[in-house]
């Protein structure tokens, strides 16, 4: 029989194969099968405590009279016997507990197909071993796969709260988290029919070479429910009765809806991401492009830095490179590939002054005092170094002398731009106001 806390508390430590540690009770026959199937799963012991567990099953064992000449072929094994019937009837008073009732597994017969975990083999579990087992049930949890075709131990939806044994079927009750798992629930409902129970057991089996395998005992740790399809005891199951739970149309409909919704609602979201990113995206592709050629430029800038020359704050080529190199990357992060160089410095300044309207006019009052002074003009002579002085002396006289040094400094103070600097000076140099 399985032991309550208090029955365990009570049993002395030569009862245990590990008195010290008061781990793996041998009290009974059932009590020392299971032991030995255990000594390799339990956790917290050395390889000097394993060694004594087993020397103190085997003696306990010889003391009840159990043949243990199999015991070296008999290991422990995760097995799920599929079953039956499920019925969840509808329950308005607690919106979290939706009670669930069927046949879990059928006893002193074997499956009718192999069952998982027990190494391709079919499997038979006694009454007796059934009904010592039968209390480990209690408190395990109900899981589901979004398929219900297998286990999922880490979505437990419910908890088995009663299991009894009627004829050759283990009956087991319980309820469904409702109010947190309604989709599933819902989905569940509307296919009860078509479903049945699996559940998870440690269990010791007699002889690995026969095919039934028979269990010698087991400790119930799970269940699940799922597709009767996928039941080992095909023929009861298929045999077995369950009550239909009618929904009203609306309420299929809105829990359908609800699956829908949380299957597709995440797609959904990817997409809409994915168009919000796809200038990112396109920018992405033509920075990786850009970039060696920007990095390039700065490093030729670096190198003229350091040697000294091209140091001009705004017209020098170190200054210019590095400009070109800024523009070029922030055209290739709003996805363009660069072709132009769009500055406002004074290379732009003069690229641009044939479409400029002002440089037109300016440039076309110049052609025009040009040809003035050219078609008035007399043939130079030479000037010796007396007459050039002599020259100078009477300009500066007249008061036409010009500074351009100073002109282009007062401007520059001003806030003059590089052109219009330019165009002044000019304008000075040919006299016109």
């Not at 071993?129 to 398929?147: I, Q």
């Not at 077995?240 to 299957?263: F, G, P, R």
Request: proline fraction near 4%.
């Amino acid at each position: 029989m399985s032991l309550t806390p208090e029955t365990r508390k009570a049993l002395p430590d030569d009862d245990f194969a590990v008195p010290v540690k008061r781990a793996l009770p041998i009290h009974d026959a059932d009590h020392v099968r299971m032991a030995w199937s255990q000594i390799d799963n339990t956790k917290g012991l050395s390889d000097a405590e394993r060694a004594e567990a087993r020397a103190n099953i085997l003696r306990k064992a010889k003391e009840l009279g159990i043949d243990t000449a199999d015991w070296t072929k008999a290991k422990v094994a995760a097995m799920r016997f599929e079953a039956m019937s499920l019925e969840v009837p509808d329950l308005p008073d607690h919106p979290n507990r939706v009670p669930f009732s069927g046949v879990l597994t059928r006893i002193d017969e074997a499956s009718d197909n192999p069952v998982g975990g027990a190494k391709g083999k079919h499997v038979l579990i006694p009454k007796a071993v059934a009904e010592s087992a039968l209390s480990s049930l209690l408190g395990m949890g109900v899981d589901y796969t979004p398929n219900l075709d297998g286990h999922n131990a880490q979505k437990k939806i419910g908890i088995i709260t009663a299991a009894t044994i009627e004829g050759d079927g283990i009956h087991i009750e319980g309820f469904l988290y409702g109010a947190d798992f309604p989709a599933v629930v819902a989905d569940i409902q509307a296919r009860t029919s078509l479903l049945g129970f699996s559940y998870e057991a440690q269990a010791a089996v007699a002889n690995w070479n026969h095919d039934p395998v028979e269990v010698t005992s087991c400790v119930f740790t799970g269940a699940a429910i799922l597709l009767k399809d996928k039941a080992a005891y095909t023929s009861t199951s298929l045999a077995a009765s369950a009550e239909e739970n009618e929904m009203d149309m609306n309420e299929l409909i809105a829990a359908m809806t609800k699956v829908v919704d949380e299957k597709v609602g995440p797609l959904v979201a990817d997409v809409a991401a994915m168009k919000a990113n796809a200038e990112k995206l396109e920018a992405s592709s033509v920075a990786h492009k850009v970039k060696p050629h920007s990095d390039a430029l700065r490093a030729a800038a670096d190198g003229m830095e350091k040697d000294g020359f091209g140091l001009h704050a705004k017209r020098g080529h170190v200054a210019h490179l590095n400009r070109m190199a800024d523009r070029m990357d922030a055209d290739a992060v709003m996805g363009k590939l660069p072709h132009i160089l769009d500055d406002e410095g004074w290379f732009s300044a003069s690229a641009d002054a044939a479409s400029n309207p002002a440089v037109e006019a300016l440039t076309a009052k110049v052609a025009e005092l040009e040809g003035k002074l050219f078609a008035n003009a007399q043939a130079p002579a030479r000037k010796t170094a007396e007459a050039a002085a002599a020259e100078k002396a009477a300009m500066e006289a007249a008061g036409n002398t010009v500074d351009f040094k100073r002109l282009d400094a007062e401007l520059k103070a001003s806030g003059a731009s590089e052109h219009k600097r330019m165009s002044a000076i000019t304008a000075a140099r040919w006299g016109i106001k």
